[in-house]
């Protein structure tokens, strides 16, 4: 049995717009979402039996090796548990499958927890952006070059 879930590429729920409002720090409106353009963005959820236990939103230009993530959410039960460590690689297996060798993104600087899970996935830190969010506050810029496997 399959006990890791299944990522599945499909457009915002519900479900997804309910976990960004209670567990993202900067959440979208839900107009923000519906707005989302499939042709640059992809949506992955991560769900056991159903239930969302996560979700990944990257930005991919089309004959772009590069993406953007933009969010990365995993539900508070099963934070601390590697859940998002299993999540991750079945996110970058995809990637690499469309061509994507590397990703970047942006994290709050007061955001440790996220901060040193990225590391843990061998994200490496670039530079801090000053008043990078709306509130304000200032981001890491941190980037990670996918490791393509050559058969």
């Given at each position: ?13 519900d ?7 209670m ?31 996560g ?15 933009f ?52 994200f490496?830190?670039l ?7 709306s ?17």
């Amino acid at each position: 049995m399959n006990t890791t879930g299944e990522i599945t590429l499909e457009s915002p729920g519900d479900d997804v717009i309910e976990m960004d409002r209670m567990y993202f720090p900067n959440p979208w409106e839900s107009s923000q979402w519906l707005a989302l353009n499939p042709g640059l963005n992809r949506l992955f959820t991560w769900r056991f039996q159903g239930e969302l236990r996560g979700f990944a939103l990257f930005g991919v230009a089309p004959d772009d090796n590069v993406a953007h993530l933009f969010k990365i959410v995993v539900s508070p039960q099963y934070r601390g548990s590697s859940t998002g460590s299993i999540f991750w690689p079945l996110l970058t297996a995809h990637l690499v499958t469309k061509g994507v060798n590397s990703v970047f993104l942006e994290v709050g600087v007061d955001n440790s927890r996220a901060i040193r899970f990225y590391e843990k996935l061998g994200f490496k830190a670039l530079r801090r952006v000053r008043g990078f969010y709306s509130d304000g506050g200032d981001a890491q810029t941190m980037t990670l070059t996918l490791k393509v496997e050559v058969l």
